[in-house]
């Protein structure tokens, strides 16, 4: 086995240099998966794990790990702003990024503060070479990056201090995270990666998303040996039509909240019944503001954290990277979730 270099007088097992890791990821079914691949490896060491963004920050400082794995997407501080709050305070710490963002602008900024960066839909074969790759020192880019160049820049979606860092302590629940997609492209490939996790994981997930979307998705996963037909057949996997969906409870004032309940609550009360962990996933909000109906967009994010006051559910919403979404609308949006990606 290949033996990785840190600094002298670490520990070793088998005459290995051991490798001190910390994993941050709020999903916890994931984060056990990256324990678990992590764990093929005996010089690699977990030593603590996190599942939000000032978690890590203050583990990061007590543990002084050698290695940190970071989601982006986090609740109570983004992971990006976690990242570079660590480099100040564990200035040792080289830090990985495992996101299911795969926008070349997302990883370019990300790249400010770490040395890797791996598509989480890609970690099964890629996370140990991204490792291998940061801790001998050298950077690792994920080959599920989608238009990556040295020069990519960062859309300025929302001016500096314009998006708090953490969420409202208004009836924002926990796992409400919310992703801004460049393209088609991103969309599918993201909600591809995270519904194959929660499938492996046993959970019932829900997706809301258009006819086009759905066929791509299908495809995907198909493509991954994703079991459609045992997962649909078990109710695992929900496909609902997002049209249609917003046809039931959406009104020209905005969404009616007994109609939204009715739709909803009845699927979240099955999983909850089967005793299944409970993943939605949705872009319908985004087609609403596709439309500039960016005030009922945020209405309906307000009805899903009302529903997860009294139900325990992980919410992922995905919004168009879009002009009228700069600025004050954007801040809006953001204030509505625990984690933006």
Same mark, same amino acid.
């Given at each position: ?133 940061? %801790? ?6 994920? $080959?599920?990056? %989608? ?24 009836? %924002? ?12 492209? $991103? ?127 992980? %919410? ?23 984690a933006v990606v």
């Amino acid at each position: 086995m290949r033996s990785t270099r840190t600094s002298p007088g670490e520990s070793r097992v088998s005459g290995m240099l051991l490798v001190r890791v910390l994993v941050v990821e709020d999903f916890a079914p994931l984060r056990e998966v990256l324990c678990s691949t992590l764990r093929k490896r005996p010089e690699l060491q977990i030593v603590g794990e996190a599942s939000d963004g000032l978690e890590a920050v203050q583990k990061a400082e007590a543990l002084q790990p050698d290695l940190i794995l970071m989601d982006i997407g986090l609740p109570s501080l983004h992971g990006i702003e976690a990242a570079r709050r660590i480099t100040k305070i564990s200035p040792k710490s080289k830090i990985l990024f495992v996101s299911q963002e795969s926008s070349a602008a997302v990883a370019q900024e990300a790249l400010r503060w770490g040395a890797g960066y791996v598509v989480k839909e890609r970690a099964a074969g890629e996370l140990l070479a991204a490792v291998d790759a940061v %801790v001998q020192g050298r950077r690792f880019l994920s $080959s599920g990056l %989608v238009g990556f160049t040295d020069d990519a820049q960062v859309p300025d979606l929302c001016p500096q201090g314009a998006l708090p860092s953490t969420p409202r302590e208004r009836n %924002v629940p926990r796992n409400h995270e919310v992703q801004f997609c460049a393209d088609d492209t $991103s969309l599918v490939a993201s909600f591809t990666g995270l519904i194959e996790t929660a499938l492996e994981a046993g959970s019932a997930v829900i997706v809301v998303v258009t006819e086009s979307h759905r066929k791509s998705l299908l495809q995907s996963l198909q493509a991954r040996g994703v079991d459609l037909a045992g997962a649909i057949a078990q109710r695992g996997l929900l496909l609902l039509d997002a049209a249609e969906v917003l046809a039931h409870f959406m009104e020209e004032v905005g969404p009616n909240r007994e109609r939204f309940l009715s739709a909803f609550e009845p699927l979240i009360r099955e999983a909850e019944m089967r005793r299944q962990a409970i993943f939605v996933l949705g872009e319908g909000v985004g087609i609403l503001c596709a439309e500039g109906r960016v005030k009922a967009a945020i209405e309906l994010e307000q009805l899903w954290n009302e529903l997860a006051q009294t139900h325990t559910f992980h %919410v992922h919403c995905a919004y168009p990277m879009m002009e009228e979404l700069k600025g004050e609308p954007h801040a809006l949006i953001c204030a509505e979730h625990s984690a933006v990606v």
